[in-house]
């Protein structure tokens, strides 16, 4: 895929941040220098506030070093896909020794993560919720899968304690999410991601909210 996205800035902590997670995510970019022209392919600029003035581009979006800059590399992508906001994100789990976190957005998976622990896992949902707050999406939904029972209600009654209360959480049937893909067989963190996306994708069993979630009303 040819870049879409440049990253216009002299800011040494932003640019390291920014192309950090562009990279992360397999995203091509471009480096310029505020002020150089930008190409008439690129769909949208990185930049900083300060620097803002200094690009010629009809899309410009800012970046402040302290924010996670998974939220201004989102807010990028949605740009290039040509899309205001996303009808419906929706994050995939598949519980056990290995999390295998899956995030589709549209349809389209946006991101995958091996998690070693449930901690992590609950923090990790937190993390990408709390990023996605920033952006706009009809609907949020977490779906969890349902192979390892003990696992699942843990997951879901932790993440019903920190999650807003318009997310929705569901338990979904992972029977034949582990028929695999023949590269992922023996490749532990592949298998869960392709387990996870596979949850993502499919329809559940929703569970319902408790009132531990007023104080994020």
Same mark, same amino acid.
């Given at each position: 895929?040819?870049?879409?996205?440049?990253?216009?800035?002299?800011?040494?902590?932003?640019?390291?941040?920014?192309?950090?997670?562009?990279?992360?995510?397999?995203?091509?970019?471009?480096?310029?220098?505020?002020?150089?022209?930008?190409?008439?392919?690129?769909?949208? +600029?990185?930049? *900083? =506030?300060?620097?803002?003035? &200094?690009?010629?581009?009809?899309?410009? /979006?800012?970046?402040? @070093?302290?924010?996670?800059?998974?939220?201004?590399?989102?807010?990028?992508?949605?740009?290039?896909?040509?899309?205001?906001?996303?009808?419906?994100?929706?994050?995939?789990?598949?519980?056990?020794?290995?999390?295998?976190?899956?995030?589709?957005?549209?349809?389209? +998976?946006?991101? *995958? =993560?091996?998690?070693?622990? &449930?901690?992590?896992?609950?923090?990790? /949902?937190?993390?990408? @919720?709390?990023?996605?707050?920033?952006?706009?999406?009809?609907?949020?939904?977490?779906?969890?899968?349902?192979?390892?029972?003990a696992?699942?209600?843990?997951?879901?009654?932790?993440?019903?304690?920190?999650?807003?209360?318009?997310?929705?959480?569901?338990?979904?049937?992972?029977?034949?999410?582990?028929?695999?893909?023949?590269?992922?067989?023996?490749?532990?963190?592949?298998?869960?991601?392709?387990?996870?996306?596979?949850?993502a994708?499919?329809?559940?069993?929703?569970?319902?909210?408790?009132?531990?979630?007023?104080?994020?009303s």
């Open positions: 895929m040819n870049s879409k996205i440049a990253v216009a800035t002299i800011s040494g902590k932003a640019y390291y941040l920014i192309v950090n997670e562009l990279k992360r995510k397999n995203v091509p970019f471009l480096s310029l220098m505020p002020g150089e022209p930008v190409p008439i392919e690129m769909k949208v +600029v990185i930049t *900083t =506030e300060k620097e803002k003035e &200094l690009i010629n581009h009809e899309k410009v /979006i800012t970046y402040n @070093v302290r924010k996670d800059p998974a939220v201004v590399v989102s807010e990028a992508l949605q740009i290039v896909q040509g899309k205001e906001c996303f009808e419906k994100i929706t994050i995939g789990v598949d519980p056990g020794e290995v999390f295998g976190l899956a995030v589709l957005a549209g349809g389209r +998976v946006v991101e *995958t =993560e091996n998690c070693y622990s &449930l901690d992590e896992t609950v923090q990790k /949902i937190e993390k990408i @919720v709390k990023n996605l707050g920033r952006m706009a999406a009809s609907s949020i939904s977490v779906k969890i899968g349902d192979g390892v029972p696992c699942k209600e843990k997951l879901l009654s932790a993440l019903d304690q920190i999650l807003p209360p318009h997310v929705t959480l569901q338990s979904v049937r992972e029977a034949g999410t582990d028929s695999r893909l023949d590269e992922a067989k023996h490749r532990r963190g592949l298998r869960d991601i392709v387990s996870a996306i596979k949850i994708g499919r329809n559940g069993i929703t569970f319902h909210r408790g009132m531990s979630n007023e104080s994020h």
